[in-house]
């Protein structure tokens, strides 16, 4: 199976700044990956998918990039919505997988 | 508006078996793949199946495989996760969820989530 390592685990940051959260994964998996945005007792929000498209009613302060191994979302200006964990996914190869998520949390 | 309401979830003991099912609305749903994904207390994400619109392709997490089942009946427009030999480490939230496109395996769409806790 295809591991997904996402770093760092926990994100402290305050409204304003730019953010980078970086997953890694085991073997190349083209631009097969996406990202979801969760609250605590809510559902995963699509954010990103193929890597670097945004998906439809996201804010366009959201972007990712990357290819091969190793893609970065982006948050260029930190709103207080966005505080929130962060999950990276691979659909390359099945079993698909998730990476063990980032927490964003306000400094 | 696309809507996936889960149900069937509950306390189960070990070795038990359950039923999820997962009603869909607002979208050709034979025209999309679907997807359960978990997720135990206090923990992140973790993809159980998926099954192709038509249902004639299945795939399972290693962790799942040999135990759960995913069908679907397109005539009702309803996933289901049919999960035997139910362990402790099977506790989480049970999501039902939509896949974006046939060239996209990524989730648009998630339902609620259903509790299934697995306890004697």
């Known amino acids: 199976d295809i591991q997904m390592t996402q770093s760092p685990a926990t994100l402290s940051a305050s409204v304003g700044d730019r953010v980078t959260i970086t997953c890694r994964a085991s073997?190349?998996?083209?631009?097969?990956l996406a990202w979801y945005q969760q609250k605590p007792g809510k559902a995963p929000k699509l954010l990103i998918y193929?890597?670097?498209s945004l998906e439809s009613g996201v804010p366009s302060r959201f972007s990712g990039s990357g290819s091969g191994t190793e893609f970065t979302l982006t948050i260029s200006s930190l709103q207080p919505d966005d505080f929130a964990a962060y999950y990276c996914?691979?659909?390359?190869?099945?079993?698909?997988?998730f990476g063990q998520g980032t927490k964003l949390e306000i400094k | 508006e696309v809507k996936l309401l889960e149900s069937g979830g509950g306390l189960v003991q070990p070795g038990g078996s359950l039923r999820l099912s997962c009603a869909a609305s607002?979208?050709?749903?034979?025209?999309?793949?679907m997807s359960w994904v978990r997720q135990a207390p206090g923990k992140g994400l973790e993809w159980v199946s998926i099954?192709?619109?038509?249902?004639?392709?299945?795939y399972y997490a290693d962790s799942v495989k040999g135990r759960f089942i995913i069908s679907r009946d397109n005539s009702k427009n309803t996933l289901y996760l049919q999960m035997n030999s139910l362990r402790a480490e099977d506790t989480a939230v049970y999501y039902c969820?939509?896949?974006?496109?046939?060239?996209?395996?990524?989730?648009?769409?998630w339902g609620q989530g259903t509790q299934v806790t697995v306890s004697s």
């Open positions: 996914q691979q659909f390359n190869t099945y079993p698909y997988t």
């Open positions: 607002g979208f050709t749903f034979s025209s999309y793949g």
């Open positions: 969820a939509k896949v974006r496109g046939a060239s996209s395996g990524a989730i648009d769409y």
């Open positions: 193929k890597a670097s």
């Open positions: 099954m192709s619109g038509s249902g004639g392709t299945t």
């Open positions: 073997q190349t998996i083209s631009t097969y």
